[in-house]
């Protein structure tokens, strides 16, 4: 059984000692790893706490009905 465990033991023991020598690189691994478990676990606490997302940006603005003005002015001809 202790045959079983021994990669596990290993790898622990070199983050370990990883997290010792080069604490930066350790964390930013351990940090970028944590980001898409995130993604996927976030939106639905949110939702579960009520969160309604925000209503969708219009891409335009309304064009008036009517005709349009020469513009005049500024030496404009």
């Known amino acids: 059984m202790a045959a079983l465990f021994s990669p596990f033991r290993s790898s ?3 983050l370990q000692r990883q997290a010792h020598e ?3 690189i350790f964390y ?3 940090i970028g790893g944590i980001g ?3 993604a996927l ?3 639905p606490i949110r939702e579960s706490f009520g969160y309604v997302p925000p209503p969708t940006i219009p891409n335009g603005y309304p064009v008036p009905n009517r005709p ?3 513009v005049q002015g500024y030496e404009d001809e």
Do not use: A
């Open 41 to 43: 676990v976030v939106p």
């Open 28 to 30: 930013s691994c351990v």
């Open 36 to 38: 898409p478990v995130l």
């Open 68 to 70: 349009r003005r020469p």
């Open 12 to 14: 622990y023991r070199y």
């Open 22 to 24: 080069n604490p930066v």
